[in-house]
């Protein structure tokens, strides 16, 4: 499957049209869900013609990563403004999985897409890694950015303590998947994440 090209290729102009494109999808998507995110609605909405869209994101799916990937951005940028305070490292990690859960959990229908395309298959985003990073980051008080907003320190994922918050990762993700399936709330796991979490990160 094609992949759209990455924003940093992109004109300042081109980047602007990406992000309007984005952000009408967004809106689509919290009126009616995933099935309002019509690629020809989506293009209306956001005023370009429906071959600009598909140049920009060639499927519907690869149009959803997006959405969740600027949830992701926006995690990632309140995490760094506003660092978790908890006593323990592993309730600074529960912290930062939390928001995640709560900033997916305000377009479900968009989280239920994109676990299950990730499930199948369909589309590449690195969602465990980067929500790993961040919480490696967070956990080793590693949070400094550039001007660009990149992280100042490289993240060592060979490191045995990385490879522990991967697992913690993994556990929230299929945590996750029960909350989309009905079969959990937020509360229960968030209280199966602080266990994990206090049994995986004792050493740090």
Avoid: N
């Amino acid at each position: 499957m094609a992949v759209q090209a990455p924003t940093g290729t992109l004109s300042r102009s081109q980047t602007q049209r990406r992000k309007r494109i984005v952000q009408t999808a967004a809106a689509l998507a919290v009126r009616g869900g995933v099935e309002a995110m019509q690629m020809r609605s989506v293009a209306e909405r956001a005023g370009v013609a429906l071959g600009t869209l598909y140049r920009y994101f060639p499927s519907k799916m690869d149009l959803v990563v997006a959405v969740v990937t600027e949830e992701l951005d926006l995690l990632e940028g309140g995490i760094v403004r506003r660092p978790p305070t908890a006593d323990t490292p592993a309730g600074r990690a529960v912290d930062v999985l939390l928001r995640a859960t709560r900033g997916l959990m305000r377009e479900p229908e968009l989280a239920d897409a994109l676990v299950r395309s990730l499930i199948m298959a369909e589309v590449k985003i690195e969602l465990d890694v980067r929500i790993s990073d961040l919480v490696w980051r967070v956990v080793t008080g590693a949070l400094d950015t550039d001007e660009e907003g990149h992280p100042v320190d490289p993240v060592d994922r060979h490191d045995e303590g990385y490879v522990l918050v991967g697992s913690l990762t993994s556990v929230w993700i299929f945590e996750l998947v029960e909350i989309l399936k009905g079969r959990r709330t937020v509360d229960e796991a968030e209280e199966r994440l602080h266990l994990t979490a206090e049994r995986l990160l004792a050493g740090f």
